[in-house]
């Protein structure tokens, strides 16, 4: 209620009485907050009125009496007894060894012992209380948890990091290697079927060539391609491809994304701004529009002042070696029924006999030869290799003769067997059965045979 005439006490303004919209009577049992208390007092050292602070603070006057003739402070509302006080020491134990523990199991576990209040009775009091601890392996993984900005000077260091899409337009899982220059933010990214260390090697050097060079420094985590799994020591081949770049590695720290925290902008990005709404039906297509995208979109954000291409044209980069390194992608695939072997967007021939098996497809990065070999390793075919995405059906010659007649000789103008037709034994069958049996069993002799032999002697 407003005073007299609907006037507000003195010292109370416009924007104090938008405030009053608490009900005076909906005080809930007469508790206040350490942050109500601090503020009564001090609404009560400027000379409000107890009606007026009530009005303010939505409580009941007689709780602001009492706390403001020190009753009823937050300290020794606090300190009021708990239904939890008989199994505090024991709550305590169980969230030392489990800090994640669910207090439903927890509800279950003291049921046990005789605590007879509910669930949400036990939420409360373990909120009030502040009983679960805060977990010190948790606690800087959070988005909330204190980070601190790392200054990154100009060509001193690249972030890699796989970006994983589980559905596409084709049907197949995807992987993209994502490299961003962490002065700049300018990063590329190259589709690849496998996270493997050559289809790693086969990616790093056009995305190297489209960031300009190379930096004195890779930051990776702790993907299995660049770092021995359990261990901190770095995949040999890994190093000798960053040795033939002539750039230091530097490995993140375990479960801590936010020390690569460029790239992981950059796939974020990446993610929402272009493959939501992308419109791409195969791999070919889809790195062609990401190249597209990543220039004329991506380049173009503000950074200081400038552009993200204004500050990656500026940084001091390194020239890349004259061809990538020379690491070899293998991957599995099923021969159709036409003797063709699909890899990146193309269609290889290999002999009709391996027509419906599985071959290794194998192809070193930076040569321009496709080597087809069985699971054995025996090399059945070898080719040129097409365009990428060109769609080109590469067959020889000898290839093409030999499926040419193994479709003659399997031709045939009769017409499929029918599956529910009646065929019993033919009289031949049966009669190679009846052979098989004779010839199975031992030879009879004839009782008429022995009375003739007995008559004649």
């Known amino acids: 209620r407003r005073g007299r005439g609907g006037a507000f006490p003195s010292g109370v303004n416009a924007t104090v009485a938008g405030a009053y919209t608490c009900d005076p009577k909906g005080d809930p049992g007469g508790m206040l907050t350490q942050e ?3 503020e009564i007092q001090a609404l009560a050292s400027r000379g409000w009125s107890i009606s007026a602070i009530a009005r303010h603070t939505g409580r009941d006057r007689k709780t602001i009496r009492r706390y403001l003739a020190g009753d009823g402070s937050a ?39 005789g605590f007879n209040r509910g669930y949400s009775s ?37 972030q890699w990091d796989w970006l994983e ?18 002065h700049s933010g300018r990063f590329r990214a190259v589709f690849c079927e496998q996270t493997t260390l050559g289809h790693l090697a086969a990616a790093i050097h056009p995305i190297l060539e489209g960031l300009g060079g190379t930096a004195r420094s890779w930051r990776v985590d702790r993907m299995a391609t660049a770092v021995i799994p359990g261990t901190d020591r770095l995949n040999p081949r890994f190093a000798e491809l960053a040795k033939h770049y002539g750039a230091d590695v530097a490995i993140c720290p375990a ?18 701004s272009w493959w939501r709404s992308a419109r791409v039906d195969t791999p070919s297509l889809a790195q062609g529009s990401l190249d597209r995208w990543c220039a004329e979109v991506a380049d173009r954000r503000r950074r200081d002042r400038s552009t993200v291409a204004g500050l990656a044209e500026a940084e001091p980069l390194r020239p890349l070696p004259p061809l990538p390194f020379p690491a070899r992608i293998e991957v599995e695939r099923l021969v159709s029924r036409s003797a063709l072997v699909a890899f990146e967007a193309n269609h290889y021939s290999v002999p009709a006999a391996y027509a419906r098996r599985r071959v290794i497809v194998s192809v070193a990065v930076g040569e321009p030869i496709l080597r087809i070999a069985t699971g054995a390793g025996e090399l059945i075919a070898t080719h040129r290799m097409a365009p990428a995405g060109a769609g080109q059906r590469v067959r020889t010659a000898t290839h093409a003769a030999g499926l040419e007649r193994a479709v003659l000789a399997a031709f045939t103008t009769k017409a499929p067997c029918r599956k529910k037709q009646n065929r019993p034994p033919s009289e031949r069958a049966l009669a190679e059965l ?6 199975d069993r031992a030879p009879t002799v004839s009782l008429e045979q022995y009375a003739e032999l007995a008559e004649a002697v």
Do not use: M
Not at 167 to 173: D, F, H, S, V
Not at 258 to 266: I, L, M, N, S, T
Not at 434 to 439: D, G, I, M, W
């Open 434 to 439: 009846a052979a098989l049996h004779n010839h």
């Open 122 to 158: 036990l939420v409360k009091e373990v909120r009030r209380l502040e009983l679960r601890p805060i977990c010190p392996s948790c606690k800087h993984c959070r988005d909330k948890a204190p980070t601190v900005e790392i200054d990154h000077p100009p060509g001193e260091e690249i």
């Open 255 to 272: 479960h801590r994304p936010q020390r690569k925290g460029v790239v992981e902008a950059a796939i974020k990005y990446l993610t929402r």
């Open 75 to 113: 300290q020794q509302q606090e300190e009021r007894t708990s239904c939890l006080d008989p199994y505090r020491p024991y709550i305590a134990a169980r969230f030392e060894d489990d800090p994640h523990l669910l207090l439903s199991v927890l509800h279950r576990e003291l049921a046990a012992e």
């Open 165 to 182: 899409l589980e559905e596409t337009p084709w049907g197949e899982k995807a992987y993209v290697l994502v490299g961003a220059l962490s």
């Open 36 to 38: 109500d208390d601090v």
